[in-house]
């Protein structure tokens, strides 16, 4: 097994806080949103300093907001990738991964707690991201987060 991609989100420098719509961050990984209220901010850690914050005000479906993360892989190899979410909300968050030609894995992050999302992504291509689909969070507002941490993309 080999890492590909680690982020911990501490760094001050990875993006700039509160930006709204879609932005790349300075570790290659890409914030894209459809709906015109979505931005990120720099919130609470899992551990450490810092997550990432996904502010979304608009109802969504998961098409809407998503992110991409630099993680090569030929087509026989598959990645794993591990990141922990925290869902503010009252119920359940169903999120998608996805390798560019291959199958979307469902995910649910439960309500009230940090929780570590494990999910192994395969594709018939060679590939050089994975995708993280956000769009069935909930509609936040403008105080109200779900937050990622501490993520890792291995191949093998």
């Known amino acids: 097994m ?8 501490d760094s001050t420098s990875l993006f700039p806080d509160g930006a709204m719509g879609s932005i790349r961050f300075s570790d290659g990984e890409e914030f894209n949103t ?3 209220t979505t931005y990120v ?6 551990r450490g300093a810092y997550s990432l914050g996904i502010y979304q005000a608009h109802a969504g479906a998961y098409s809407n907001t998503w992110m991409s993360f630099p993680a090569s892989a030929r087509s026989d190899e598959t990645l794993r990738v591990s990141f922990w979410a925290y869902n503010p909300f009252s119920s359940s968050v169903t999120i998608y991964l996805q390798r560019a030609g291959g199958s979307r ?14 999910a192994d992504v395969r594709s018939g291509l060679s590939t050089g991201t994975v995708s993280l689909f956000l769009g069935d969070v909930p509609n936040g507002g403008g105080g109200v987060s779900f937050r990622i941490d501490e993520l890792t993309i291995d191949r093998f």
Do not use: C, D, I
């Open 105 to 118: 894995l469902t995910q649910s992050v439960p309500p009230g707690s940090w929780t570590l999302v494990t």
């Open 34 to 36: 459809l709906g015109p």
């Open 2 to 9: 080999t890492r590909v991609f680690s982020q911990n989100y």
């Open 41 to 46: 901010r720099r919130n609470s850690a899992y």
